[in-house]
Protein backbone atom coordinates (compact mmCIF):
# COMPACT_ATOMS: atom_id res chain seq x y z
CA UNK A 1 0.00 0.00 0.00
CA UNK A 2 1.34 3.55 -0.66
CA UNK A 3 -0.17 6.52 0.87
CA UNK A 4 0.50 10.42 0.66
CA UNK A 5 -0.16 12.89 2.27
CA UNK A 6 -1.58 16.01 -0.60
CA UNK A 7 -2.92 19.57 -0.35
CA UNK A 8 -0.69 20.50 3.36
CA UNK A 9 -1.25 21.57 5.81
CA UNK A 10 -4.47 23.16 5.02
CA UNK A 11 -6.65 21.15 3.05
CA UNK A 12 -4.76 17.74 3.27
CA UNK A 13 -6.05 14.68 2.41
CA UNK A 14 -4.27 11.13 2.11
CA UNK A 15 -4.27 9.60 -1.13
CA UNK A 16 -3.93 5.64 -0.85
CA UNK A 17 -3.42 3.49 -3.73
CA UNK A 18 -4.61 0.11 -2.48
CA UNK A 19 -3.26 -3.63 -3.62
CA UNK A 20 -4.78 -6.61 -4.00
CA UNK A 21 -4.86 -7.97 0.24
CA UNK A 22 -4.34 -4.66 1.43
CA UNK A 23 -7.09 -3.12 3.91
CA UNK A 24 -7.64 -0.35 4.96
CA UNK A 25 -9.71 1.32 8.13
CA UNK A 26 -11.23 4.61 8.43
CA UNK A 27 -12.92 6.83 10.44
CA UNK A 28 -17.22 6.93 9.60
CA UNK A 29 -17.23 9.64 6.78
CA UNK A 30 -13.74 9.93 5.80
CA UNK A 31 -13.64 8.50 2.74
CA UNK A 32 -13.77 11.19 0.04
CA UNK A 33 -13.75 9.42 -3.47
CA UNK A 34 -12.41 6.08 -4.25
CA UNK A 35 -12.06 3.61 -7.31
CA UNK A 36 -15.66 1.87 -8.08
CA UNK A 37 -13.93 -1.30 -7.44
CA UNK A 38 -13.23 -0.39 -3.96
CA UNK A 39 -15.22 -2.78 -1.30
CA UNK A 40 -16.00 -1.55 1.29
CA UNK A 41 -17.56 -2.91 4.72
CA UNK A 42 -18.74 -1.82 7.89
CA UNK A 43 -18.15 -2.79 11.08
CA UNK A 44 -18.19 -1.73 15.25
CA UNK A 45 -15.37 0.51 15.84
CA UNK A 46 -13.43 -2.62 17.89
CA UNK A 47 -16.70 -4.83 19.11
CA UNK A 48 -20.12 -3.02 19.97
CA UNK A 49 -19.03 -2.17 23.79
CA UNK A 50 -15.54 -0.46 22.45
CA UNK A 51 -17.38 0.94 19.82
CA UNK A 52 -20.09 2.74 22.54
CA UNK A 53 -17.63 3.47 25.04
CA UNK A 54 -15.37 5.64 21.79
CA UNK A 55 -18.10 7.21 20.88
CA UNK A 56 -19.10 8.11 24.29
CA UNK A 57 -15.85 9.20 25.68
CA UNK A 58 -13.13 8.77 22.71
CA UNK A 59 -14.93 11.13 20.39
CA UNK A 60 -14.78 9.24 17.71
CA UNK A 61 -17.92 6.90 15.48
CA UNK A 62 -19.91 4.04 16.17
CA UNK A 63 -19.08 2.72 12.86
CA UNK A 64 -15.47 2.41 11.34
CA UNK A 65 -15.20 1.43 7.32
CA UNK A 66 -13.09 -0.83 5.95
CA UNK A 67 -11.83 -0.51 2.47
CA UNK A 68 -9.87 -3.21 0.31
CA UNK A 69 -9.92 -4.19 -3.59
CA UNK A 70 -9.07 -7.13 -5.17
CA UNK A 71 -6.99 -5.23 -8.02
CA UNK A 72 -5.13 -1.75 -7.49
CA UNK A 73 -7.52 0.81 -6.45
CA UNK A 74 -7.39 4.68 -4.84
CA UNK A 75 -8.98 5.61 -2.06
CA UNK A 76 -9.06 9.42 -1.18
CA UNK A 77 -9.42 9.70 2.71
CA UNK A 78 -9.82 13.49 4.18
CA UNK A 79 -11.23 14.56 7.85
CA UNK A 80 -14.12 17.86 8.54
CA UNK A 81 -12.33 19.96 9.39
CA UNK A 82 -9.41 22.44 7.69
CA UNK A 83 -6.07 21.41 8.59
CA UNK A 84 -3.34 19.08 8.71
CA UNK A 85 -2.70 15.16 8.62
CA UNK A 86 0.14 13.31 9.64
CA UNK A 87 1.48 9.80 9.29
CA UNK A 88 2.93 7.43 12.26
CA UNK A 89 4.20 4.39 11.93
CA UNK A 90 3.76 2.09 15.12
CA UNK A 91 6.58 -0.46 15.12
CA UNK A 92 5.37 -2.66 17.98
CA UNK A 93 5.09 0.28 20.07
CA UNK A 94 2.10 2.40 21.02
CA UNK A 95 0.87 5.95 21.22
CA UNK A 96 -2.39 7.83 22.08
CA UNK A 97 -4.48 10.47 20.19
CA UNK A 98 -6.78 12.93 21.36
CA UNK A 99 -10.61 12.45 21.03
CA UNK A 100 -11.55 12.90 17.58
CA UNK A 101 -7.68 12.68 15.98
CA UNK A 102 -7.88 9.30 14.45
CA UNK A 103 -8.18 8.61 10.83
CA UNK A 104 -7.28 5.76 9.43
CA UNK A 105 -5.13 3.08 10.07
CA UNK A 106 -3.50 -0.16 8.80
CA UNK A 107 -4.03 -3.93 9.41
CA UNK A 108 -2.23 -4.62 12.33
CA UNK A 109 -2.85 -1.77 14.22
CA UNK A 110 -5.19 -2.21 17.26
CA UNK A 111 -7.52 0.55 18.48
CA UNK A 112 -7.99 1.12 22.36
CA UNK A 113 -9.63 3.18 25.02
CA UNK A 114 -7.71 4.84 28.03
CA UNK A 115 -8.71 6.08 30.92
CA UNK A 116 -6.86 9.77 30.88
CA UNK A 117 -7.66 10.90 34.12
CA UNK A 118 -9.00 13.87 35.77
CA UNK A 119 -5.74 15.88 34.64
CA UNK A 120 -7.21 15.43 30.75
CA UNK A 121 -10.53 16.40 31.63
CA UNK A 122 -9.50 19.35 33.61
CA UNK A 123 -7.27 20.02 31.01
CA UNK A 124 -10.22 20.48 28.03
CA UNK A 125 -9.29 17.32 27.00
CA UNK A 126 -11.44 14.61 28.08
CA UNK A 127 -11.20 11.86 30.20
CA UNK A 128 -10.25 8.90 27.86
CA UNK A 129 -7.86 9.13 24.98
CA UNK A 130 -7.39 6.76 22.51
CA UNK A 131 -4.25 4.74 22.11
CA UNK A 132 -3.50 3.01 19.20
CA UNK A 133 -0.75 0.05 19.00
CA UNK A 134 0.53 -2.93 17.17
CA UNK A 135 2.85 -2.64 13.83
CA UNK A 136 1.55 -0.05 10.25
CA UNK A 137 0.50 3.23 9.32
CA UNK A 138 -2.03 5.34 11.45
CA UNK A 139 -3.15 8.34 9.64
CA UNK A 140 -4.43 11.42 12.07
CA UNK A 141 -5.80 14.47 11.67
CA UNK A 142 -5.84 18.17 13.02
CA UNK A 143 -7.27 21.59 12.74
CA UNK A 144 -4.32 23.96 11.87
CA UNK A 145 -1.11 22.57 11.19
CA UNK A 146 0.57 19.94 12.67
CA UNK A 147 3.61 20.38 14.40
CA UNK A 148 5.64 17.85 16.59
CA UNK A 149 7.66 18.61 19.91
CA UNK A 150 10.22 16.26 21.38
CA UNK A 151 9.84 17.15 25.45
CA UNK A 152 12.81 16.06 27.63
CA UNK A 153 11.72 17.60 30.55
CA UNK A 154 8.72 20.03 30.98
CA UNK A 155 7.09 21.89 28.12
CA UNK A 156 3.67 23.79 28.69
CA UNK A 157 1.11 23.58 25.80
CA UNK A 158 -2.18 25.17 26.34
CA UNK A 159 -5.65 22.78 26.46
CA UNK A 160 -6.97 22.25 22.95
CA UNK A 161 -4.11 21.96 21.34
CA UNK A 162 -2.59 18.48 22.03
CA UNK A 163 -2.89 15.90 19.28
CA UNK A 164 -1.29 13.46 20.22
CA UNK A 165 1.48 12.04 22.04
CA UNK A 166 4.03 8.82 23.49
CA UNK A 167 3.11 6.80 26.68
CA UNK A 168 6.18 7.85 28.23
CA UNK A 169 4.83 11.27 28.25
CA UNK A 170 3.23 12.72 31.64
CA UNK A 171 0.25 15.37 31.70
CA UNK A 172 -0.94 17.24 34.24
CA UNK A 173 -3.05 20.10 34.45
CA UNK A 174 -1.56 23.49 35.84
CA UNK A 175 -1.60 26.86 35.72
CA UNK A 176 1.06 28.97 33.31
CA UNK A 177 1.12 31.76 35.82
CA UNK A 178 -0.31 33.45 38.78
CA UNK A 179 -3.45 32.82 38.98
CA UNK A 180 -4.43 36.47 37.98
CA UNK A 181 -2.28 36.23 34.86
CA UNK A 182 -3.61 32.83 34.14
CA UNK A 183 -7.38 33.79 34.15
CA UNK A 184 -7.14 37.28 32.48
CA UNK A 185 -4.31 36.64 30.33
CA UNK A 186 -6.67 34.22 28.52
CA UNK A 187 -4.78 31.01 29.24
CA UNK A 188 -7.01 29.55 31.80
CA UNK A 189 -5.43 25.95 32.40
CA UNK A 190 -2.69 24.36 30.59
CA UNK A 191 -1.48 21.10 30.22
CA UNK A 192 2.25 20.91 31.09
CA UNK A 193 3.58 17.72 29.54
CA UNK A 194 6.94 15.79 30.68
CA UNK A 195 9.27 13.85 28.69
CA UNK A 196 10.92 11.63 27.55
CA UNK A 197 8.54 11.44 24.10
CA UNK A 198 7.07 12.96 21.49
CA UNK A 199 4.12 15.43 21.42
CA UNK A 200 1.78 16.29 17.77
CA UNK A 201 0.08 19.50 18.54
CA UNK A 202 -2.23 21.28 16.55
CA UNK A 203 -1.50 25.00 15.46
CA UNK A 204 -5.72 25.73 16.05
CA UNK A 205 -8.06 25.30 18.89
CA UNK A 206 -11.26 24.18 17.20
CA UNK A 207 -12.66 25.67 20.80
CA UNK A 208 -11.09 29.12 20.08
CA UNK A 209 -12.91 28.95 16.78
CA UNK A 210 -16.21 28.12 17.72
CA UNK A 211 -16.09 30.63 20.94
CA UNK A 212 -15.00 33.54 18.58
CA UNK A 213 -17.89 32.15 16.12
CA UNK A 214 -20.23 32.42 19.18
CA UNK A 215 -19.02 36.26 20.13
CA UNK A 216 -20.31 37.23 16.49
CA UNK A 217 -24.23 35.32 16.63
CA UNK B 1 7.58 -16.35 46.23
CA UNK B 2 10.74 -17.73 44.93
CA UNK B 3 13.09 -15.94 42.41
CA UNK B 4 11.89 -18.80 40.08
CA UNK B 5 8.49 -17.69 39.80
CA UNK B 6 9.51 -13.70 39.52
CA UNK B 7 8.94 -12.86 35.40
CA UNK B 8 12.13 -11.85 34.09
CA UNK B 9 11.22 -10.41 30.41
CA UNK B 10 9.34 -7.27 29.73
CA UNK B 11 7.76 -5.36 26.87
CA UNK B 12 10.09 -2.23 27.02
CA UNK B 13 11.49 0.19 24.72
CA UNK B 14 14.40 2.16 24.46
CA UNK B 15 15.67 6.08 24.24
CA UNK B 16 19.47 6.26 22.24
CA UNK B 17 20.55 7.89 19.58
CA UNK B 18 21.83 4.77 18.22
CA UNK B 19 18.42 3.64 17.36
CA UNK B 20 16.65 4.75 14.55
CA UNK B 21 14.42 8.16 15.32
CA UNK B 22 15.77 7.70 18.61
CA UNK B 23 13.76 5.59 20.70
CA UNK B 24 12.19 2.24 19.46
CA UNK B 25 10.44 -0.81 21.39
CA UNK B 26 12.38 -3.64 22.85
CA UNK B 27 12.22 -6.67 25.54
CA UNK B 28 14.09 -6.02 28.45
CA UNK B 29 15.47 -8.91 31.02
CA UNK B 30 16.85 -8.50 34.32
CA UNK B 31 20.23 -10.37 34.25
CA UNK B 32 22.37 -10.91 37.18
CA UNK B 33 24.37 -7.61 36.39
CA UNK B 34 22.17 -5.13 35.28
CA UNK B 35 19.26 -4.56 32.63
CA UNK B 36 19.51 -5.85 29.02
CA UNK B 37 17.11 -4.39 26.13
CA UNK B 38 16.96 -5.87 22.81
CA UNK B 39 15.33 -4.75 19.62
CA UNK B 40 13.38 -6.36 16.97
CA UNK B 41 16.33 -5.99 14.76
CA UNK B 42 18.86 -7.62 17.27
CA UNK B 43 20.55 -4.16 18.92
CA UNK B 44 21.46 -4.79 22.19
CA UNK B 45 21.56 -2.38 25.27
CA UNK B 46 23.06 -2.93 28.83
CA UNK B 47 22.84 -0.92 32.04
CA UNK B 48 24.36 -1.89 34.87
CA UNK B 49 22.61 -1.91 37.87
CA UNK B 50 25.09 0.17 40.28
CA UNK B 51 24.63 3.16 37.05
CA UNK B 52 21.08 3.41 37.14
CA UNK B 53 18.91 6.22 37.61
CA UNK B 54 15.49 5.46 38.41
CA UNK B 55 12.43 7.87 37.45
CA UNK B 56 9.01 7.09 37.78
CA UNK B 57 6.61 9.08 34.93
CA UNK B 58 4.71 8.78 31.62
CA UNK B 59 1.24 9.10 30.81
CA UNK B 60 -0.17 6.19 33.29
CA UNK B 61 2.40 7.88 35.89
CA UNK B 62 3.80 3.68 36.21
CA UNK B 63 6.32 3.77 33.87
CA UNK B 64 9.74 3.31 35.37
CA UNK B 65 12.69 5.06 33.68
CA UNK B 66 16.08 2.98 33.91
CA UNK B 67 19.16 5.52 32.83
CA UNK B 68 22.35 5.49 32.87
CA UNK B 69 24.50 8.51 34.54
CA UNK B 70 24.81 10.87 31.34
CA UNK B 71 21.25 10.24 30.25
CA UNK B 72 22.28 9.01 26.89
CA UNK B 73 20.17 5.30 27.02
CA UNK B 74 17.37 5.28 28.49
CA UNK B 75 15.15 1.69 28.83
CA UNK B 76 11.54 2.22 29.93
CA UNK B 77 8.58 -0.36 30.89
CA UNK B 78 5.38 -0.33 31.99
CA UNK B 79 4.92 -3.40 33.59
CA UNK B 80 3.86 -4.59 36.82
CA UNK B 81 5.90 -7.19 37.64
CA UNK B 82 9.15 -4.87 36.49
CA UNK B 83 9.95 -2.78 39.89
CA UNK B 84 9.58 -5.93 41.84
CA UNK B 85 12.08 -8.18 38.97
CA UNK B 86 14.90 -5.38 39.40
CA UNK B 87 14.73 -5.15 42.64
CA UNK B 88 15.13 -9.10 43.19
CA UNK B 89 17.94 -8.75 40.96
CA UNK B 90 19.74 -5.62 41.57
CA UNK B 91 19.58 -6.14 45.63
CA UNK B 92 20.58 -3.15 47.75
CA UNK B 93 21.67 -1.86 44.61
CA UNK B 94 18.70 -0.19 43.71
CA UNK B 95 16.29 -0.76 46.79
CA UNK B 96 16.45 2.73 48.36
CA UNK B 97 15.88 4.38 44.66
CA UNK B 98 12.92 2.32 44.00
CA UNK B 99 11.50 2.22 47.69
CA UNK B 100 11.72 6.13 47.89
CA UNK B 101 9.87 6.03 44.21
CA UNK B 102 7.46 3.98 45.34
CA UNK B 103 6.51 5.69 48.52
CA UNK B 104 6.93 8.88 46.68
CA UNK B 105 4.37 7.48 44.44
CA UNK B 106 2.13 6.34 46.89
CA UNK B 107 1.87 9.40 48.88
CA UNK B 108 1.21 11.25 45.61
CA UNK B 109 -1.60 8.38 45.10
CA UNK B 110 -3.25 9.20 48.68
CA UNK B 111 -3.03 13.03 47.99
CA UNK B 112 -4.69 12.67 44.86
CA UNK B 113 -7.19 10.38 46.58
CA UNK B 114 -7.92 12.43 49.59
CA UNK B 115 -8.17 15.69 47.09
CA UNK B 116 -10.42 13.73 44.93
CA UNK B 117 -12.95 12.64 48.28
CA UNK B 118 -12.62 16.21 49.59
CA UNK B 119 -12.92 18.04 46.77
CA UNK B 120 -15.37 16.10 44.56
CA UNK B 121 -18.25 16.97 46.95
CA UNK B 122 -16.82 20.66 47.57
CA UNK B 123 -17.16 21.21 43.93
CA UNK B 124 -20.31 19.76 43.55
CA UNK B 125 -21.55 22.16 46.38
CA UNK B 126 -20.17 24.56 44.68
CA UNK B 127 -21.82 24.09 41.42
CA UNK B 128 -24.85 23.78 42.99
CA UNK B 129 -24.35 27.08 44.84
CA UNK B 130 -23.69 28.50 41.45
CA UNK B 131 -26.31 27.61 39.43
CA UNK B 132 -28.82 29.08 42.50
CA UNK B 133 -26.69 31.64 42.73
CA UNK B 134 -26.74 32.78 39.35
CA UNK B 135 -30.54 31.87 39.06
CA UNK B 136 -31.00 34.17 42.02
CA UNK B 137 -29.33 36.90 40.45
CA UNK B 138 -30.82 36.12 37.65
CA UNK B 139 -34.43 36.63 39.03
CA UNK B 140 -33.21 40.30 40.61
CA UNK B 141 -32.22 41.37 37.21
CA UNK B 142 -35.97 40.50 36.23
CA UNK B 143 -37.20 43.61 38.18
CA UNK B 144 -34.59 45.97 36.29
CA UNK B 145 -35.75 45.51 33.45
CA UNK B 146 -38.15 47.63 31.31
CA UNK B 147 -41.74 46.59 31.18
CA UNK B 148 -41.77 46.90 27.43
CA UNK B 149 -40.10 43.36 28.10
CA UNK B 150 -43.25 42.24 29.68
CA UNK B 151 -45.35 43.08 26.78
CA UNK B 152 -43.34 41.16 24.64
CA UNK B 153 -43.71 37.86 25.87
CA UNK B 154 -47.12 38.70 27.39
CA UNK B 155 -47.90 38.72 23.17
CA UNK B 156 -46.09 36.03 22.21
CA UNK B 157 -47.84 33.62 25.28
CA UNK B 158 -51.50 34.92 24.75
CA UNK B 159 -51.16 33.71 21.56
CA UNK B 160 -50.48 30.89 22.32
CA UNK B 161 -52.81 30.43 25.28
CA UNK B 162 -55.98 31.76 23.01
CA UNK B 163 -54.89 29.78 20.32
CA UNK B 164 -58.17 27.57 19.02
CA UNK B 165 -60.41 29.26 21.74
CA UNK B 166 -63.23 31.43 21.28
CA UNK B 167 -63.58 34.65 22.56
CA UNK B 168 -67.02 36.30 24.43
CA UNK B 169 -67.15 39.76 22.98
CA UNK B 170 -70.83 40.42 24.41
CA UNK B 171 -70.44 43.82 26.10
CA UNK B 172 -72.53 42.56 28.76
CA UNK B 173 -69.84 40.49 29.72
CA UNK B 174 -66.96 42.36 28.69
CA UNK B 175 -67.42 46.06 30.15
CA UNK B 176 -68.36 45.01 34.21
CA UNK B 177 -65.02 42.65 33.67
CA UNK B 178 -63.24 46.09 32.49
CA UNK B 179 -64.78 47.89 35.19
CA UNK B 180 -63.45 45.85 37.36
CA UNK B 181 -59.82 45.84 36.20
CA UNK B 182 -59.88 49.54 35.79
CA UNK B 183 -60.87 49.29 39.44
CA UNK B 184 -57.59 47.64 41.06
CA UNK B 185 -55.12 48.73 38.31
CA UNK B 186 -54.44 52.34 39.86
CA UNK B 187 -53.28 50.29 42.87
CA UNK B 188 -51.18 48.58 41.02
CA UNK B 189 -47.49 47.76 42.40
CA UNK B 190 -45.72 48.19 38.94
CA UNK B 191 -46.56 51.35 36.97
CA UNK B 192 -46.72 51.64 32.70
CA UNK B 193 -48.72 48.18 32.43
CA UNK B 194 -51.98 47.92 30.36
CA UNK B 195 -54.45 45.72 31.63
CA UNK B 196 -56.34 44.47 28.94
CA UNK B 197 -58.91 41.61 29.39
CA UNK B 198 -59.99 39.03 26.90
CA UNK B 199 -62.58 36.44 27.60
CA UNK B 200 -62.77 32.80 26.91
CA UNK B 201 -65.74 30.76 26.05
CA UNK B 202 -64.35 28.01 28.42
CA UNK B 203 -66.25 26.22 31.39
CA UNK B 204 -62.62 26.20 33.09
CA UNK B 205 -62.94 28.06 36.43
CA UNK B 206 -59.82 29.81 35.74
CA UNK B 207 -58.30 33.16 34.93
CA UNK B 208 -54.35 34.24 34.10
CA UNK B 209 -52.75 37.55 33.76
CA UNK B 210 -49.88 37.15 31.81
CA UNK B 211 -46.78 39.50 32.10
CA UNK B 212 -47.28 42.76 30.14
CA UNK B 213 -50.92 43.14 31.49
CA UNK B 214 -52.95 41.14 29.42
CA UNK B 215 -55.45 39.47 31.16
CA UNK B 216 -57.39 36.55 30.07
CA UNK B 217 -60.80 35.11 31.98
CA UNK B 218 -62.35 32.07 31.43
CA UNK B 219 -66.07 31.76 31.29
CA UNK B 220 -66.00 29.41 34.36
CA UNK B 221 -64.91 31.73 36.31
CA UNK B 222 -67.65 33.86 35.57
CA UNK B 223 -70.53 31.56 36.11
CA UNK B 224 -68.49 30.00 39.54
CA UNK B 225 -68.55 33.81 40.99
CA UNK B 226 -71.40 34.82 42.88
CA UNK B 227 -70.60 38.26 43.53
CA UNK B 228 -68.18 40.57 41.00
CA UNK B 229 -66.26 41.52 44.35
CA UNK B 230 -65.33 37.57 43.99
CA UNK B 231 -64.00 38.15 40.92
CA UNK B 232 -62.31 41.13 41.69
CA UNK B 233 -60.36 38.80 44.40
CA UNK B 234 -59.19 36.35 41.23
CA UNK B 235 -58.46 38.90 39.28
CA UNK B 236 -56.23 40.71 41.59
CA UNK B 237 -54.57 37.87 42.81
CA UNK B 238 -53.80 37.48 38.61
CA UNK B 239 -53.47 40.56 38.53
CA UNK B 240 -50.51 40.59 40.91
CA UNK B 241 -48.03 38.03 39.18
CA UNK B 242 -47.62 40.14 36.56
CA UNK B 243 -47.10 43.37 38.67
CA UNK B 244 -44.81 41.36 40.52
CA UNK B 245 -42.94 39.71 37.20
CA UNK B 246 -43.99 36.07 38.54
CA UNK B 247 -43.93 34.91 34.68
CA UNK B 248 -40.64 36.39 33.83
CA UNK B 249 -38.56 34.70 36.99
CA UNK B 250 -40.98 31.64 36.30
CA UNK B 251 -39.50 31.35 32.28
CA UNK B 252 -35.99 32.52 34.30
CA UNK B 253 -36.45 29.46 36.54
CA UNK B 254 -37.78 27.32 33.61
CA UNK B 255 -35.11 27.92 30.76
CA UNK B 256 -32.12 27.67 33.05
CA UNK B 257 -29.20 29.43 33.75
CA UNK B 258 -28.06 30.37 30.35
CA UNK B 259 -31.09 32.74 30.14
CA UNK B 260 -30.45 34.00 33.85
CA UNK B 261 -26.19 34.84 33.11
CA UNK B 262 -27.83 36.84 29.64
CA UNK B 263 -30.17 38.58 31.93
CA UNK B 264 -27.07 39.28 34.12
CA UNK B 265 -24.99 41.01 31.59
CA UNK B 266 -27.58 42.86 30.21
CA UNK B 267 -29.12 40.87 27.39
CA UNK B 268 -32.88 40.20 27.80
CA UNK B 269 -33.67 39.19 23.96
CA UNK B 270 -33.07 35.27 24.96
CA UNK B 271 -35.18 34.91 27.36
CA UNK B 272 -38.22 36.49 24.47
CA UNK B 273 -36.66 33.90 22.10
CA UNK B 274 -36.77 31.88 24.68
CA UNK B 275 -40.22 31.95 25.18
CA UNK B 276 -40.86 32.47 21.79
CA UNK B 277 -39.60 29.08 21.09
CA UNK B 278 -41.50 27.22 23.32
CA UNK B 279 -44.24 29.35 21.89
CA UNK B 280 -46.25 27.77 24.88
CA UNK B 281 -47.39 30.26 28.01
CA UNK B 282 -47.06 27.39 30.46
CA UNK B 283 -43.11 28.27 30.87
CA UNK B 284 -44.50 31.68 32.53
CA UNK B 285 -47.77 30.90 34.08
CA UNK B 286 -46.57 27.84 35.94
CA UNK B 287 -45.82 29.71 39.49
CA UNK B 288 -44.28 28.19 42.80
CA UNK B 289 -45.95 28.03 45.99
CA UNK B 290 -44.11 30.98 47.23
CA UNK B 291 -45.29 33.12 44.40
CA UNK B 292 -48.67 32.33 44.66
CA UNK B 293 -48.52 33.12 48.41
CA UNK B 294 -46.98 36.55 47.41
CA UNK B 295 -49.96 37.21 45.06
CA UNK B 296 -52.35 36.47 47.44
CA UNK B 297 -50.88 39.12 49.65
CA UNK B 298 -50.42 41.58 46.93
CA UNK B 299 -53.57 40.89 45.46
CA UNK B 300 -55.30 41.66 49.64
CA UNK B 301 -53.45 44.79 49.35
CA UNK B 302 -54.42 45.82 46.08
CA UNK B 303 -58.08 45.25 47.06
CA UNK B 304 -57.83 46.81 50.07
CA UNK B 305 -56.14 50.36 48.44
CA UNK B 306 -59.15 49.94 45.87
CA UNK B 307 -61.04 49.94 48.77
CA UNK B 308 -62.41 46.12 47.45
CA UNK B 309 -63.40 44.19 50.16
CA UNK B 310 -60.64 41.38 51.01
CA UNK B 311 -62.71 39.20 52.26
CA UNK B 312 -64.43 38.59 48.63
CA UNK B 313 -61.18 36.30 47.63
CA UNK B 314 -61.07 33.90 50.51
CA UNK B 315 -65.10 33.56 50.58
CA UNK B 316 -64.38 32.54 46.80
CA UNK B 317 -62.07 29.95 47.95
CA UNK B 318 -64.16 28.57 50.14
CA UNK B 319 -66.81 28.34 48.04
CA UNK B 320 -64.45 26.43 45.58
CA UNK B 321 -64.33 23.98 47.97
CA UNK B 322 -67.41 23.24 48.64
CA UNK B 323 -68.27 22.69 44.51
CA UNK B 324 -69.73 19.09 44.47
CA UNK B 325 -67.46 16.09 43.32
CA UNK B 326 -69.02 16.32 39.93
CA UNK B 327 -67.49 19.72 38.68
CA UNK B 328 -64.34 19.53 40.68
CA UNK B 329 -62.88 18.74 36.87
CA UNK B 330 -63.84 22.21 35.99
CA UNK B 331 -62.13 23.60 38.83
CA UNK B 332 -59.15 21.73 38.96
CA UNK B 333 -57.65 24.12 36.94
CA UNK B 334 -57.21 26.79 39.16
CA UNK B 335 -56.77 24.48 42.34
CA UNK B 336 -54.31 22.49 40.87
CA UNK B 337 -52.07 25.50 40.79
CA UNK B 338 -52.85 26.89 43.83
CA UNK B 339 -52.96 24.22 46.81
CA UNK B 340 -53.67 24.22 50.29
CA UNK B 341 -56.21 26.68 49.94
CA UNK B 342 -57.27 25.86 53.91
CA UNK B 343 -53.92 27.77 54.73
CA UNK B 344 -54.29 30.66 52.14
CA UNK B 345 -57.56 31.21 53.34
CA UNK B 346 -56.29 31.15 56.89
CA UNK B 347 -53.66 33.72 55.80
CA UNK B 348 -55.99 36.30 53.95
CA UNK B 349 -57.75 36.29 56.74
CA UNK B 350 -54.84 36.78 59.11
CA UNK B 351 -53.40 39.85 56.92
CA UNK B 352 -56.91 41.58 56.56
CA UNK B 353 -56.92 41.88 60.45
CA UNK B 354 -53.73 43.73 60.21
CA UNK B 355 -55.02 46.44 57.82
CA UNK B 356 -55.73 49.99 58.12
CA UNK B 357 -59.61 50.72 58.55
CA UNK B 358 -61.06 51.07 55.66
CA UNK B 359 -64.55 52.05 53.97
CA UNK B 360 -65.06 49.22 51.77
CA UNK B 361 -67.57 50.32 48.09
CA UNK B 362 -69.21 47.69 46.06
CA UNK B 363 -68.31 47.64 42.57
CA UNK B 364 -70.84 49.72 40.58
CA UNK B 365 -71.36 46.74 37.79
CA UNK B 366 -73.88 45.39 35.89
CA UNK B 367 -73.48 41.59 37.55
CA UNK B 368 -76.67 40.75 36.82
CA UNK B 369 -76.47 41.41 33.31
CA UNK B 370 -73.22 39.88 32.94
CA UNK B 371 -74.84 36.64 34.80
CA UNK B 372 -77.83 36.91 32.35
CA UNK B 373 -75.85 37.17 29.46
CA UNK B 374 -73.69 34.21 30.51
CA UNK B 375 -77.14 32.01 30.73
CA UNK B 376 -77.81 33.27 27.06
Given at each position: ?217 | ?239 AHATLRHGLQSA ?125
Amino acid sequence: MKAEIRNRPSFANVLVQLQPGDLITAEADAMASMSSHVQIGTCWNGGFFAAVLRRLFGGESLFVNEFRADSPAELVLTQATPGDIECLELNGTSFYLQPGAFLACERGVQLGLQWAGFASLFGGEGLFRLAVSGTGKVWFSAYGGIYSREVTDEYIVDSGHLVGYEPTVAIRVGLPGGIFSSFFSGEGVVMKLRGPGRVYLQSRNFSGLTGWINSHL
Amino acid sequence: MSVWDIQTEFAAGVFSDQVTGGRCSATVQCEASGLVAQTANGQRFFLHYDQLQLELGGASGRMLFCRNSDRSLTIFCEERGFPAALELHAGVMLSEQLAGLFSTARRGRRVRSLLLLVGTPLLLLGLVGLYFAILQMGRAAVMTLPVSVDQKIGDVAAVSLQQGSVQLTDPRILKPCQQIVDRLSPYAALPGLEFQISIVDSPDVNAVCLPGGRIVIFRGLLEAAQTAEEVAGVLSHEMAHATLRHGLQSAVRSTGVIVAAELLIGDAGGLVAVIAELGQHAAITKYSREQETESDAEGVRMLHAAAVDPLALASFFERLKEQPQQQLPRVINWLSTHPQHDVRIAAIRAQVATLAAQQYRGLEVDWDGLKQSLQE
